[in-house]
Structure formats: structure tokens, C-alpha cells
């Protein structure tokens, strides 16, 4: 799996494309704010809606 999501990176760069939210100028106070507004909402996502506020800042992070 990890080889595929390098390769698929390498694909994007290869197109000239950002593929990380800091490259786009997303940073730790714009997480920070779409946290908020998860809990805010009571928002969730996902197939069985278990991407709750936590989940979606780790994914946030992890792309950071």
C-alpha cells in the first residue's frame, strides 16, 4: 500500500501538481478551524460515518 500511495505522489508531482496541504498553504490553524467546525456540526463522514472531528484532524495532519 505505502508503495502505491508514493507512486501515485510521484505521478502528481510528475504533472507539476502540490500534493501536500502545506505545499497549498494549508497549515495548522486552518486543521485547527475545520476541527471546530466538525464538532461544531456534529459532523460526520464516511460509509458507516465514523470520520468524526478527531479522525478528520489526524487525516489533516497526516497530509500536513
Known sequence: ?????EKTGEFFRS?????RLS???VGE??????RERF???DY????????D???AERILR???
Open 15 to 19: 504533472l507539476g501538481l502540490k500534493i
Open 53 to 55: 472531528a478527531e479522525v
Open 39 to 41: 464538532r461544531e456540526r
Open 1 to 5: 500500500v505505502k508503495m502505491i500511495i
Open 62 to 64: 497526516y497530509v500536513l
Open 44 to 51: 460526520h463522514l464516511g460509509e458507516n460515518r465514523s470520520v
Open 29 to 34: 490553524d486552518t486543521i485547527k478551524i475545520i
Open 23 to 25: 505545499e497549498n498553504g
